[in-house]
């Protein structure tokens, strides 16, 4: 299986601060590359699709960018509604496998 | 509005089964292929299993093969995922998520249900 590992694992920042988040996989999967928001007792949510596709209804301050094995999560200018914890996945090879998880707490 | 809809989570023993079922509506279910991913309390998402928008192929994530079976019907527009054999390290909340693109398999999951808790316990 192709393992995701995501850094930092937890991160704290204040609002309209720039936030990035850096997951890396254990193999080349070109840009099959998916990010994820969740809260607390919440499904996830799909922010990024293909490493760099904003999926609709979701706000331009979230931006992704990668290939291969390094990807990063953006948030340019973090809102309230943001602090939340975000997951990555593979979607090059089945099983899908998902990042641990970067918690984004408020300073 | 497009909604999944899971249910038929609970307290089960060791050893014991269960049916989840997933209402989906706002959208051509026919057309997708649906997935169910769980999440273990205070742990991160497992992709569980994908069953192909026509139910043809069916994927299962080892740890669960040979005991969990995905299937569909698509004239109630309905998934289920049959557990069976459960132990306590399938304890976890789990999730009925679509597949984002028409008649393939992404395994990008762009519509999530609100999640049904299973617990494994004696």
């Known amino acids: ?107 | 509005q497009v909604q999944l809809v899971e249910s038929g989570g609970g307290v089960v023993q060791p050893g014991g089964s269960l049916r989840l079922s997933c209402a989906a509506s706002g959208f051509t279910f026919s057309s997708y292929g649906m997935h169910w991913v769980r999440q273990a309390p205070g742990k991160g998402l497992e992709w569980v299993a994908f069953i192909r928008y026509d139910g043809s192929n069916k994927y299962y994530a080892d740890s669960v093969k040979g005991r969990f079976t995905i299937s569909r019907d698509n004239s109630k527009n309905t998934l289920y995922l049959q557990m069976n054999s459960l132990r306590a390290e399938d304890t976890a909340v789990y999730y009925c998520a679509k597949d984002r693109y028409e008649y393939s398999s992404s395994y990008a999951f762009d519509i999530w249900g609100q999640g049904t808790m299973v617990t494994v316990s004696s």
């Open chain 1, 1 to 107: 299986d192709i393992q995701m590992t995501q850094s930092p694992s937890s991160l704290s920042a204040s609002v309209g601060d720039r936030v990035t988040i850096t997951c890396r996989a254990s193999q080349s999967i070109s840009s099959y590359l998916n990010w994820y928001q969740q809260k607390p007792g919440k499904a996830p949510k799909l922010l990024i699709y293909a490493a760099s596709s904003l999926q609709s209804g979701v706000p331009s301050r979230f931006s992704g960018s990668g290939s291969g094995t390094d990807f990063t999560l953006t948030i340019s200018s973090l809102q309230p509604e943001d602090f939340a914890t975000y997951y990555c996945q593979q979607s090059y090879t089945t099983p899908p496998t998902f990042g641990q998880g970067t918690r984004l707490e408020i300073k």
